[in-house]
């Protein structure tokens, strides 16, 4: 068992993968939206302000401080889960409701889960290396690093 960061769920679920990690706030709308609308395979971090700009988050642990909030947050996580390309899990210092509102609708009406763990002191996250196993357990709000 690897260290082990307590700290609060707003959606359920447990997945392992790599972690992708940046200081920066980071607004998924800005970021997923061109690959979604391109019917694209992965989705391609296109906010060219980001640190994570060029990168592919499908199927990575994304760890960045706050989400940037917009009325479409929720809409576009939600089409990157069902469709299966967007990040397997967030982690943050903290979420917001219309971040966590993706995640939710999945669940609810698509039966896919998708964890997000927020307050976890960002000095402790920052720590972690982007390329590093971690796992998410949602349901109990941990980020262990394996």
Do not use: W, Y
Request: glycine share 8%; hydrophobic share 40%.
């Amino acid at each position: 068992m690897g260290k082990l960061l307590k700290g609060r769920s707003l959606s359920r679920g447990i997945v392992e993968g790599e972690a992708l990690v940046s200081k920066q706030p980071f607004s998924i709308s800005s970021a997923f939206t061109i690959s979604l609308v391109s019917n694209s395979r992965k989705i391609k971090v296109a906010d060219r302000t980001h640190d994570f700009f060029k990168k592919i988050v499908t199927n990575k642990i994304l760890i960045f401080p706050i989400p940037i909030g917009t009325t479409t947050l929720g809409f576009v996580l939600l089409e990157s889960i069902i469709r299966k390309i967007g990040p397997k899990a967030i982690v943050c210092k903290q979420g917001e409701p219309l971040l966590s509102s993706g995640a939710l609708c999945a669940d609810i009406f698509f039966d896919q889960q998708f964890p997000i763990v927020d307050n976890i002191d960002f000095s402790e996250l920052e720590k972690i290396e982007s390329g590093s196993m971690v796992r998410v357990n949602g349901s109990e709000g941990t980020l262990e690093i394996l």
